[in-house]
């Protein structure tokens, strides 16, 4: 803790608490080490989801856990419509909107939340199937930029991603600490059930959670150099106004191919305001439309039409693309596994007319 918040986790901060060993073991931890530096304490959040008969009584039980360790709690509740579909995607993102808001107006600049090594590897996992390019590949970061839009200035903390579950409840044991068994963890409709359900087979493979997370490390540090390369083709060859962007297509088709593929998505997202970035195989058909000359009239993606630019916005010469929003385009606070980006559909192009000036 001491080492993260040297480089920059805030403190006092909240944490994220389901009830689960894994969020109990941190707020245990973070209440420690509070004392032990002699900071203010943590404040607990946990949110009565309302999906299971049983989550307003979990609410209280980790207020109990809380008051039992001194801290003070809050329960968030989400009063939204039970989603039908998507429901891991929609609960995680009540979960963020409500704990973004209290942190708000609270001042409380970081949520701490409990996501551990075989986290970081199912995640790795889950998005390796979904056909994720190298963002959603990379480890989740320690210190990372809330993952909501409308939430700028605040971070989220992962202090456990290094640690494995097992040791975290040998914690809990030896605190004679209780803890709550969701049994959402155990339903097979849900994707990340059915990876925990088949982590005996991977091991026997040599897929360890370990060694997993290990890969994303490694490709965390690629992303952080693609990072650097990604910022500097964009100050070159992208100019935003207006609620939109024009594109140095000839920049963009020599840059290396994955170095253009993330200033796109970066472009993309921006003028979209979506939090998430599109799905890989989608915005790389959209980027080799580009780099080919198949793009035509033009295509849209990720809640934006990407088309050639009209004659009196080229900032780029003949080559400029513009890229604006979807007229009557919602931005989404979904993940993108949840929301519904169109697949690079052809739009017409603008009809021009004989006049001259």
Sequence with gaps: MDALRSAGAAWPGAVAVSGGGDSVALMLLLA????????????????DHGLRPDSAKDAKAVLKMAADAELKAHVLTWKGATPKSDIEAEARAA???????????????????????????????????????????????????????????????RPLLDMARAPLRDFLRARKQAWIE????????????????????????????????????????????LDDMNAALLARAARFEDGGALIDSV??????????????????????????????GR???????????????????????????????LAFGTGTLAVTREVGRAVSEKPAVAAPYKDAVPVKPPKRTKKRH
């Design 32 to 47: 420690a080490y509070a004392r032990h530096a002699k900071l203010p304490p943590p404040v607990i959040l946990t949110v």
């Design 95 to 157: 979960r963020y909107r409500l704990m973004g808001e209290w942190l708000a107006a609270h001042e409380v600049a970081a949520l701490y939340v409990a996501h551990t090594m075989e986290d970081q590897a199912e995640t790795f996992l889950l998005r390796l199937a979904r056909g994720s390019g190298l963002d959603g590949l990379s480890a989740m970061r320690v210190i990372a930029p809330y993952p909501m839009q409308g939430f700028a200035g605040l971070m989220l903390v």
């Design 182 to 225: 969701d049994p959402m963890n155990g339903d097979p409709r849900f994707a990340r059930s059915k990876l925990r359900a088949a982590w005996p087979q991977l091991e026997a493979l040599g897929l360890t959670a370990h060694r997993v997370s290990d890969a994303a490390e490694h490709l965390g540090r690629a992303r952080e150099a």
């Design 251 to 280: 920049r963009l088709k020599m840059a290396p191919r994955e170095v253009g593929l993330r200033a796109l998505a970066a472009i993309l997202s921006r003028v979209s305001g979506e939090t998430y970035r599109p799905r890989f």
């Design 283 to 313: 915005l790389e058909r959209l980027y080799n439309s580009i780099r080919d000359g198949s793009l035509g009239g033009g295509a849209t993606l990720h809640g934006c039409i990407v088309a050639p630019a009209a004659r009196t916005t």
